[in-house]
């Protein structure tokens, strides 16, 4: 059964909100490069929308209600938002859930050195990357500082046109040829991923002097003495903004586009959905890449303790009544797909692949191979969404990632599944993706949110 192109639907009107949301979408991109500033942009966007902060609400005694608004942070790197609907809670919330972290270089806690007059930064690369995508390229330096006195000093060079940009060096192709003769996953080490600062030596140091060159202008515009490293979180980053891409300006080009376009549709989603009957939610989590773990990691307790403290405000929090609120809610695991790329058919199955421009994603399970991994939705479930997205005419499409034995992937559905509420993965078709630019489709934004928002209203 293949899916119309939803870009043959569209009228006048269409494509303009199709355009007013992109270019909103692409501001989102460029304003959150960490899962730090995508979190903090989002606080930003939901204060403006009315939601208040869940720990001001605790601190003042606050009772919450229907229609009330409210969000939860967990290290400024998750943030989970409720808009509290009509219905008791305890039959359940419809959940978005995406995340925000996204593959990328990780500058190391003893990370600057100096050799034959250049001066670099140590890194550790940071969820399924093609190593080799990353070297002579402009790469922008992002992330905080923290100092022992407390303070926290923010961080971003390369992304003012007036800033310097920093690379990874390649090797020529006039001396490649052992070089070539590697397989992919070899020909750049990780250990080789080093960040090139600088080359230029302060005058009057005989020892290290381009690295004392670096240290003196951290000093001067961050106040940072090396040893900060030690408590600094640095990521690594493609320089640039993001761009209309292709001639007919159909597509986005972005970094971060895994899983940042699926936060950016469900929490826009969330934010324009109004007068709801069941409580509405989303989450965005950080540590998707590398498996959920860790604090801020959607395996850790956050979002379960937020829900726990908004039914105490609420008047209704039992240990029973927070398992029959999880169990009873429905979720969408916001997450990508991979979207159908004629120049390696062979990977695909074309009659079960996600195609860019027909619209809205499900994968009714991820997995590898044998769905190892997997949380593997129920028919019923897919038969509820197939019911009020056809109702609503929203493009959408069923896919999986690739070939059965071709590999396989997988996203926070199977931690949500946990507590026995409905989930299925849902997002956009994404190409190109982990590499350090991705290109998605115009038209599946559009529809992506407005099937979220849709989820949000009726289910």
Same mark, same amino acid.
């Given at each position: 059964?293949?899916?119309?192109?939803?870009?043959?639907?569209?009228?006048?009107?269409?494509?303009?909100?199709?355009?007013?949301?992109?270019?909103?979408?692409?501001?989102?991109?460029?304003?959150?490069?960490?899962?730090?500033?995508?979190?903090?942009?989002?606080?930003?966007?939901?204060?403006?929308?009315?939601?208040?902060?869940?720990?001001?609400?605790?601190?003042?005694?606050?009772?919450?209600?229907?229609?009330?608004?409210?969000?939860?942070?967990?290290?400024?790197?998750?943030?989970?938002?409720?808009?509290?609907?009509?219905?008791?809670?305890?039959?359940?919330?419809?959940?978005?859930?995406?995340?925000?972290?996204?593959?990328?270089?990780?500058?190391?806690?003893?990370?600057?050195?100096?050799?034959?007059?250049?001066?670099?930064?140590?890194?550790?690369?940071?969820?399924?990357?093609?190593?080799?995508?990353?070297?002579?390229?402009?790469?922008?330096?992002?992330?905080?500082?923290?100092?022992?006195?407390?303070?926290?000093?923010?961080?971003?060079?390369?992304?003012?046109?007036?800033?310097?940009?920093?690379?990874?060096?390649?090797?020529?192709?006039?001396?490649?040829?052992?070089?070539?003769?590697?397989?992919?996953?070899?020909?750049?080490?990780?250990?080789?991923?080093?960040?090139?600062?600088?080359?230029?030596?302060?005058?009057?140091?005989?020892?290290?002097?381009?690295?004392?060159?670096?240290?003196?202008?951290?000093?001067?515009?961050?106040?940072?003495?090396?040893?900060?490293?030690?408590?600094?979180?640095?990521?690594?980053?493609?320089?640039?903004?993001?761009?209309?891409?292709?001639?007919?300006?159909?597509?986005?080009?972005?970094?971060?586009?895994?899983?940042?376009?699926?936060?950016?549709?469900?929490?826009?989603?969330?934010?324009?959905?109004?007068?709801?009957?069941?409580?509405?939610?989303?989450? =965005?989590?950080?540590?998707?890449?590398?498996?959920?773990?860790?604090?801020?990691?959607?395996?850790?307790?956050?979002?379960?303790?937020?829900?726990?403290?908004?039914?105490?405000?609420?008047?209704?929090?039992?240990? =029973?009544? =927070?398992?029959?609120?999880?169990?009873?809610?429905?979720?969408?695991?916001?997450?990508?797909?991979?979207?159908? /790329?004629?120049?390696?058919?062979?990977?695909?199955?074309?009659?079960?692949?996600?195609?860019?421009?027909?619209?809205?994603?499900?994968?009714?399970?991820?997995?590898?191979?044998?769905?190892?991994?997997?949380? /593997?939705?129920?028919?019923?479930?897919?038969?509820?969404?197939?019911?009020?997205?056809?109702?609503?005419?929203?493009?959408?499409?069923?896919?999986?990632?690739?070939?059965? /034995?071709?590999?396989?992937?997988?996203?926070?559905?199977?931690?949500?599944?946990?507590?026995?509420?409905?989930?299925?993965?849902?997002?956009?078709?994404?190409?190109?993706?982990?590499?350090?630019?991705?290109?998605?489709?115009?038209?599946?934004?559009?529809?992506?949110?407005?099937?979220?928002?849709?989820?949000?209203?009726?289910?």
């Amino acid at each position: 059964m293949e899916r119309p192109n939803a870009w043959k639907s569209y009228k006048e009107n269409d494509l303009k909100a199709l355009e007013t949301l992109c270019e909103e979408y692409k501001d989102f991109l460029d304003k959150g490069k960490t899962e730090r500033e995508c979190v903090k942009n989002t606080i930003e966007m939901a204060k403006a929308a009315g939601y208040k902060d869940l720990a001001d609400v605790i601190k003042a005694g606050e009772s919450l209600k229907a229609g009330d608004k409210v969000y939860a942070v967990c290290m400024g790197k998750t943030i989970a938002l409720f808009h509290i609907g009509k219905k008791n809670i305890e039959d359940g919330m419809n959940i978005l859930g995406a995340h925000v972290d996204s593959p990328r270089l990780d500058v190391k806690q003893n990370p600057l050195y100096e050799d034959s007059d250049f001066a670099y930064m140590d890194t550790h690369y940071y969820g399924g990357v093609k190593k080799y995508q990353w070297v002579a390229m402009p790469l922008a330096i992002h992330g905080v500082v923290a100092k022992k006195d407390g303070q926290v000093v923010n961080v971003v060079i390369g992304e003012d046109e007036n800033d310097p940009v920093v690379s990874i060096t390649d090797l020529l192709p006039h001396l490649g040829a052992k070089q070539m003769e590697k397989k992919a996953g070899s020909v750049i080490e990780g250990e080789n991923l080093d960040v090139l600062i600088g080359s230029k030596p302060l005058e009057g140091e005989e020892k290290d002097a381009v690295k004392a060159t670096i240290l003196k202008l951290l000093k001067e515009k961050y106040d940072m003495e090396e040893e900060d490293f030690l408590s600094a979180e640095l990521e690594v980053v493609p320089a640039g903004k993001a761009r209309d891409t292709g001639l007919d300006r159909s597509m986005i080009m972005s970094y971060g586009q895994d899983d940042r376009v699926c936060a950016f549709t469900s929490l826009k989603a969330l934010l324009d959905v109004e007068d709801i009957e069941k409580t509405a939610c989303c989450i =965005l989590v950080d540590k998707e890449e590398i498996g959920s773990v860790g604090a801020t990691g959607m395996e850790s307790k956050f979002f379960e303790n937020a829900v726990a403290e908004l039914l105490d405000r609420m008047g209704q929090y039992s240990e =029973l009544t =927070l398992r029959r609120v999880l169990a009873n809610s429905k979720m969408l695991s916001s997450d990508v797909n991979a979207a159908y /790329d004629p120049l390696f058919a062979d990977v695909y199955e074309k009659k079960n692949a996600s195609f860019a421009g027909r619209g809205m994603v499900f994968s009714k399970f991820t997995g590898s191979r044998g769905k190892s991994g997997s949380n /593997d939705a129920n028919a019923e479930y897919i038969a509820e969404i197939r019911n009020i997205m056809d109702d609503e005419g929203i493009h959408y499409q069923l896919a999986e990632l690739g070939k059965v /034995d071709i590999g396989g992937g997988g996203t926070i559905a199977y931690i949500l599944a946990l507590y026995g509420m409905d989930v299925i993965d849902c997002g956009v078709a994404v190409l190109n993706m982990h590499a350090p630019w991705e290109v998605t489709s115009k038209a599946d934004v559009y529809e992506t949110k407005r099937g979220y928002e849709v989820f949000l209203k009726r289910m």
